[in-house]
């Protein structure tokens, strides 16, 4: 297994080679995910569950708020499975919970869960009624209080119609987003998704306030998050951002509100990595993205994919299906600095289906 | 490699993922290893330094109070194979040894004995002779003040015959042990063990106080640990007992204690795992023992057997011989949490014995 640097250069995760890592997730509902067939990341219907089953399949390799692991219409497993082989084979030091606005808790103990009282966030296309403002702030604190005796901090997520969510965030603050964005379809409903995205921008000023902008548009998991990534920087806390092009709409919105505040950061110590299915998506673009900062950023992709196995459900990743989430892109980068091999990661991957 | 809960729920063990532990071996001698033929580990007539051998060995991959390493008559070779195969694999961040009565101190240098001045006790069908309350008090000042950068401990023994000190303690404390405890033999010699239970017993008032029953039938490693587990509750330090139905025997002093002082435990922190040797075991039930508990307690026992191996000497613990001891059951379970798999771990063990 081996990463490819997409942008920056390897030095940041060849230092981080064998060092330790506490992995946060990120778990989040925006209500956006009712909308039919926007996603698949979970079962239809009961889409709010996705990040807490992920939260409990990660932590326990059991899935307690539903009888079963979630699973897509077409059968797609969730990108959990990876991270979790990988936690299976080479332990993130701690894992811990973001409760970013959740509809159920996770039933797990020990694992310590994160609570911010952040309520799940409404549809884009009827104004999300985001406290934006808040929800940052609740971020910039926690990234300013945030301790850790580990070397770095690999930053997850998991929000069904995150991607919705995340294009309709950039494209409110303006960036160019045309055909940038990925989806957890292979076939992205671009239909359904743009519509959600129009209505969504219609109802706003584009010309307003930034945290006016997001509170219509976002999600909890973005606006926390950038909050987080700022607050961080006063400890020079290492951060791998793991996760495709949700990771880069964070990095946008830090971008923005440093442009508001003609702000500067010190990146050098902020990474994203993803999978090899964003990186070589030809229905989006992550580096087109993340090239619209006006600050330096590492990016990385694994290159693992499931060429080693013949398992259908696994095959459909290669084939575009579902390509990132609950962190799986850093899991792999990851996996990769700790010397997993591609043929152990997909023996414990295959091990969890039977 | 992989684990099954017993009782309680995975997410103890699954927190533990990737901690770091230190793993304190208790090195016990009670005389009543010298009733010819009790127990299995050791070298006949010389079954007083198995602890100390054990503890050489564990620590440095020599036994140096003997010219050979442990082997039964049989030729089973000691547990500590398993607990030293996994240490080289993926090392516990300190081992430490509590000198609960040996005969012969551990040649060893560097690595932590401490002493509690405490003698070798008595054979039980003899009286045992243990100053009890006070063995059980410096267990309880230890775990007052015992302090570990570490996240967890793994708490092991080595004490042959401390399976029928076992079954005689908790017998004398009115628990239902009938066909619950385990040998380190196959075909358990239970003649020459229930003849000593019997004789221990007869000489006990067994509505009488419980330290002074514990004095004549018990061990200063039951004694000592059932007072360090709840010494250290202050602390609220994460125990994994590692071993089979002698550390259930522990938790039983624990409850009986607790009982006599109408106290309650916070357990949470607590947990005790197995081989899968004890776990299958038909002439021994440890779920049984764990089950009279009156608190509430998450058992685990790993899935590693010798399945992969063909070494003779190894295909007897899969026939039932040895089944646990040095915290082998702990080690293996820290093995599963810590990405070891079930082929190297094999190869590692297989090494030892040429």
Redesign the interface.
Known sequence: MNFETILGSVDFLEFLRGKKATFLLSASVTKTCEIPNISQAGIPGKLYLTPTLDAEFL????VRSMPDIAQTPKGVPTPALITRAV????????IEVLNLGLEVLPQ????KIHNFNIKPSGRIDDGAKIPALEVFQKGIEFGQSYQTSDDYVILAESIPAGTTTANATAKALSYECEGYFSSSYKDNPSDIKNQTIEKALKRVDLNGDLFEILSSVSDNMIIFNAGFILGSRANNLKIVLAGGTQMAAVLLVVNSVLRSMDGVIDSSNLALSTTKWINKDENSNIKALLEQLDFSINAYASDFDFSLSNHPALKLYDQGEAKEGVGCGGALCYATINGITKE?LTKKIESFLG
Chains 1, 2 share one sequence.
Do not use: A
């Open positions: 932590c326990t390799k059991q936690y299976e084979l080479k332990p993130y030091s701690n797990i103990n020990y694992f152990e």
